[in-house]
């Protein structure tokens, strides 16, 4: 259900004025091209790719259906983009056609995954094709929605989703509300001037994810290194718990996605009796000959044993949101 985040005019116009004074760097005013194959009306889109751009007087490409890769591939041909924005099934979607890996990166400049967690296979392969480095930034739509992006002069993917932006602060904390040392995972926790001013009409929502401090709980986990770069594990509810040990679908998911026979894959928690909750991978495969056993045999060169997952079923696609995030609860409720 949505629980309908209020953002003020002063969230939305600080959050353009952050990510502006974060890209203006690294940017020409009335120069740029970017591609948008997110809906305007996510978040996503709306900050990053028409307002924030606006601004700097970009032109702007929008892709109405990124669902068809091949027209999505013909589009780009016709102009020379510099910017892309997306998720990490996008992207992966797009390194699978062959058409698109034709195409002419030369004017590439920035390329940013948020949304999902950017797949360091994915990230590789993408700064091969396009020699543009995919960068992660993070936010959600309680914060406008940016709130971490990685240095854009970047060369090469680092695994984090980047260093808190302007005016904003972040910490991690423990179920308790206490901030953990470094290094060590806990909620991440988000203040500053793009922060929501509650849920519509549901002041109790509100209560349970804002502290008295004014910090946002994100309800995603992940921590902090001694760089100051946060890195997100992953959402706290998609968390399987294993004979008692915590097990992040997105490290089980990485792992899948660097078998070349893996198109797209989601890992989800199911019950076992034995060990209270199991691995289960949902995957779609580019090998058509890949099996169950070859994959969980993969994942355990690559993975600790509780880790490997126990099922695995084959599916055509996999079920996502308009923004193309896999939608890991309709896998749980059996869709």
Known sequence: VSKGAMLTHANITSNVMQAYAWIKPVVREGQEFIVTALPLYHIFALTANCLTFLMIGARNLLIANPRDIPGFAKEWSKYPITVATGVNTLFNGLLNNDEFKKLDFSPMKISLGGGMAVQKPVAERWS??????????????????????????????????????????????????????????????????????????????????????????????????HEGYVFIVDRKKDMILVSGFNVYPNEVEEVCAMHEGVGDVAAIGVHDDNAGEAVKVFAVRKDPNLTAEELIAHCRKHLTGYKVPKYVEFRADLPRTNVGKILRRALKEGG
């Open 128 to 225: 091969k094709v396009t020699n543009s480095p995919l960068l992660q930034a993070y936010g959600l739509t309680e914060t406008s929605p940016a709130a971490t992006i990685n240095p854009l002069d970047m060369k090469e993917f680092n695994g984090s989703i980047g260093l808190p932006i302007s005016s904003t602060d972040v910490v991690i904390r423990n179920d308790a509300g206490e901030e953990v040392p470094i290094t060590q995972v806990g909620e991440i926790c988000i203040r500053g001037p793009q922060v929501m001013k509650g849920y519509w009409q549901r002041p109790q929502d509100t209560a349970d994810v804002m502290y008295p401090d004014g910090f946002l709980r994100t309800g995603d986990m992940g921590y902090i290194d």
